[in-house]
């Protein structure tokens, strides 16, 4: 869901990025999480929206649902990461997942992140197995939950 933050960030989208999306789409069922800033399929791309789509056990949303559930990837949250070493603090956006969920940053300009250490992620992981994907700017990186820092 919000694949583009935005009901005409499609049509915006620069020619480079267009191509490129219409690569990977080529030959492929193409499915559109409807979210709730961009709740209709982009009109000049192809595709089918859907509320959600389940792919076996793996089902895809816009909102993670909050219930217990053993595959959900969702977005929505837009989650962050705090590290704190040697007196220097390191804030970057990230997957962020305990194995059952996962839920995914956000890559545009538009959007912000929300720490995985929010409120608004009580009950979504067992914080125990929770990890936050790093990114970086060469590599993703791996850091156990009870690394991370609030704010």
């Known amino acids: 869901g919000d694949s583009f933050h935005d009901g005409e960030g499609a049509a915006a989208m620069p020619a480079l990025f267009r191509e490129a999306l219409q690569d990977l789409m080529r ?40 219930s217990r559930v053993l595959g959900e ?14 007196g220097r603090s390191v804030r970057r956006p990230c997957f962020a997942s ?25 009950g979504l992981f067992d914080q125990t197995s929770l990890f936050a994907y790093m990114l970086g700017l060469k590599r993703v990186y791996r850091i156990a939950g009870a690394a991370l820092r609030p704010g």
Do not use: Q
Not at 35 to 61: K, T, Y
Not at 73 to 86: E, I, Q, T
Not at 98 to 122: C, E, H, K, Q, S
């Open 27 to 66: 030959g492929r069922d193409w499915f559109w999480v409807a979210g709730n800033h961009d709740p209709a399929p982009p009109a000049d791309l192809p595709g089918n929206s859907v509320e959600e789509i389940a792919l076996g056990s793996l089902v895809f949303r816009h909102e993670p649902s909050g």
């Open 73 to 86: 990837v969702a977005g929505h949250l837009h989650p962050g990461a705090r590290l704190v070493k040697s």
């Open 98 to 122: 305990d194995g059952r969920r996962m839920i995914m940053p956000a890559f545009g300009a538009y959007t912000g992140m929300l720490n995985v250490l929010d409120r608004a992620y009580a």
